[in-house]
């Protein structure tokens, strides 16, 4: 067993053995949904206050409104009641240091881990590689701003999305835990 599968299972033991919460219904009791970005830095339920059955939190590189968040999203207030989103991106994101061109080159190489430093991303391996990388829209980021106001605008905009769902538009910051509102998202989420 490696040391991570080891930990994982160890620490759901401790978490089952006083786990009283095997009652809760499926609706998110809160009513609302995040999007937000997969870094390991950001904890939602931590820097949104949300426990077990509370909200909903859909997570992709970057909290992109890619057409399956879109899809979660749509299932989130059609099936299961959800009545009030918000996008979460957040400073520092890997999403910045590259771009399709960048992802498409670096796959090409090898499928080993690239490293960065400050002139950019490089691959440390000849070989094994694929140009099927070239093919994906990897929704980079090069301004947070700019990407929260974007989502939240790709959502009110899709045909699926109801317009009295208001969408709220944030950057979480990660060296100080605070949600600092993008005005001009949250104002293209508004409820019409
Ligand atoms: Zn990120």
Known sequence: ???VLDEVLQANKE????????DLPMPPGRQFA???????????AKYAGLSEGDAHVI???GGRASDDAIRSLVISYKLLGTREWFVIHH??????????????ELLSGSLKTASVDASGWHDCCEGGGTTDGKFIEWLTI??????VLSD???IRNNSMVPSDIPIYGYIYDVKTANL??????????RVS
Do not use: H, W
């Open 1 to 3: 067993m490696t040391k």
């Open 180 to 189: 600092i509102e993008v005005p001009e998202a949250t104002e293209a989420g």
């Open 91 to 104: 400073t520092d994101c890997g999403m910045e240091t590259f771009n399709n061109e960048v992802m498409g």
């Open 59 to 61: 997570r992709n590189a």
């Open 142 to 147: 090069s301004d947070q701003a700019k990407s």
């Open 152 to 154: 939240v605008e790709r």
């Open 15 to 22: 978490y089952k053995d006083s786990f009283d919460k095997g």
């Open 34 to 44: 995040i999007l937000t970005c997969m870094d390991a830095r950001l904890d939602p």
